[in-house]
């Protein structure tokens, strides 16, 4: 027993021993430091204890709050948006031609939108608010009766009107800087929940989908892999400086739901198009006369082109500018001022940040020869100001008609016509016929003026037969009688 407390003795004597000698010649002991430094000299290596501390914490560098700053900054200026549609159930023939009485069905849907103005501007899809009879835009714990300024159907974009002051604009980025690669968040309102942020980055620029509509579509989008969802439409896509770069407007699905890509409008033709709407009620679209196709393996082999960057003319239209320089249906367009182009997507983007008047520099290919061309783009009534359109609202037909043009009645070959541009019931809603559309004639009378579609089906007996030319450029007869 003696012998065993004798070994235990000697073992912590000597534990004791060698504890002091390591201390005393081979440790140096530790300084107070100040928060965030350290012993080791390597510029690359920084430790920090383990600890957590609350009143410590914002000391620490915060490497990934980037998304934080970001959310914080956009979430603000992102807006829901309600939107209700009266539907009517025809109980007779008069109600079925005019759109009187019958028994209301009220619909509801919703999206987002973007506050780009303190004093109530808000920008959000065209197809969010299309035929909306009421208008509510909800921020925070407010709600507000929206008023719809203009909207475009060529960038399925749309502008909205609040009475409120002190809105916390978004800050408007520049689309033509964003890279792919680079981290993004989707701010808006899927399935109802409201001030959702999601990440993800920019898979590709300049994707077409064919979705507008209009007679100059304008397509080049921002893929970006942050999850968008039905609602999401109308939201803002932000870079992690909180800067709006896109507005979110589509998703590629099978089943209505995210599966790994979206699309939004680039900032800079969103940021054109809000402009032109808040000025002027209407784009106004810069014409160069030309149609164009992207340069397919095809079309390398029958031009026998060196090189495949660019856009294929297809078509000159007559008393444009595109005439005027001298360009021929075959020639490839490679750059217009000093921006290439690449793509179609390229080409649509360019053009839809010109206005009218606006000066254009145009380099295409010819065979194996270059030229530069320069002139003067105009409207779509081929002057290079300002236009103005002549519209008539028909309370009767429940519909507003615009005239047609100059630029686009030669692009159809027709001389007189007037467009339906927009529909809220009535005759033309209740025979399938869609906004965009084209009445050129209505029992072979020439319909010239905004004001005869009325005039002439008001005096008309028995049956009606209207020529009409489609949103999509298909000539048409519609028959019926009553």
């Known amino acids: 027993m003696k012998k065993t407390i004798g070994n235990i003795a000697i073992a912590l004597l000597a534990g004791m021993g060698g504890s002091f000698l390591y201390n005393h010649y081979f440790f140096s002991p530790v300084q107070d430091l100040p928060a965030g430094a350290t012993t080791d000299t390597s510029p690359q290596a920084v430790v920090y204890q383990a600890r957590y501390d609350s009143n410590a914490q914002s000391k620490l560098p915060l490497k990934d709050d980037a998304f934080v700053q970001a959310s914080a900054l956009a979430t603000p200026s992102v807006v829901y948006i309600k939107t209700y549609y009266e539907g009517r159930q025809a109980v007779d023939y008069w109600d079925w031609f005019f759109g009187y009485g019958g028994q209301t069905n009220i619909e509801l849907s919703s999206g987002s939108g973007i506050i780009v103005s303190p004093d109530g501007y808000i920008l ?9 009879q009421r208008i509510e835009v909800i921020h925070g714990k407010n709600s507000y009766t929206a008023r719809l300024v ?4 060529s960038t399925d974009l749309a502008v909205l009107k609040i009475e409120a002051q002190n809105l916390p604009a978004i800050r408007w980025g520049r689309s033509s800087e ?9 701010v808006g309102n899927p399935f109802n929940l409201t001030s959702t942020v999601t990440a993800g980055i920019v898979s590709a620029k300049g994707r077409r989908l064919h979705l507008n509509k209009g007679q100059f579509p304008i397509e080049s989008f921002i893929q970006t892999d942050a999850p968008i969802n039905p609602g999401n439409s109308g939201g803002a896509l932000v870079n992690l400086r909180g800067e709006l770069i896109g507005v979110n407007t589509a998703i590629l699905s099978k089943h209505g739901s995210y599966v790994g890509y979206g699309f939004a409008v680039p900032a800079d033709i969103a940021k054109r198009v809000y402009e032109d709407l808040r000025r002027y009620g209407i784009v106004q679209k810069a014409v160069l006369g030309v149609e164009t196709e992207e340069i397919t393996p095809d079309i390398v082999k029958k031009l026998s082109l060196k090189h495949t960057e660019g856009v294929v003319v297809v078509d000159v239209w007559k008393d444009t500018p595109a005439e005027k320089m001298g360009l021929e249906v075959g020639d490839i367009i490679t750059q217009i001022n000093n921006t290439p182009v690449r793509s179609l997507a390229d080409y649509e983007e360019i053009i839809g940040l010109l206005s009218p008047g606006d000066q254009v520099t145009v380099h295409f290919r010819r065979g194996n020869q270059t030229y530069k061309k320069s002139g003067q783009v105009v409207n779509i009534d081929g002057k290079p ?18 005239a047609i043009p100059a630029l686009e009645r030669k692009r159809y070959g027709i001389p007189n016509g007037v467009k339906i541009k927009e529909l809220h019931g009535g005759l033309f809603y209740r ?29 008309i007996a028995g049956g009606i037969v209207m020529d009409i030319i489609t949103p999509e450029g298909v000539p048409y007869r519609v028959q019926f009688r009553y």
């Not at 959000?124 to 909306?132: L, R, S």
């Open 150 to 153: 203009g909207t475009d159907v």
């Open 385 to 402: 100001a300002v236009y103005k359109p002549h519209t008539y609202q028909s309370k009767v037909l429940h519909a507003v008609f615009e």
């Open 431 to 459: 025979l399938g016929i869609k906004e965009g559309t084209i009445i050129v004639r209505i029992n072979n009378i020439e319909i010239e003026q905004p004001e005869e579609v009325e005039k002439v089906i008001e005096r």
């Open 124 to 132: 959000t899809n065209n197809h969010v608010i299309d035929d909306a």
């Open 178 to 186: 964003v890279q792919i690669g680079e981290w993004v968040l989707a």
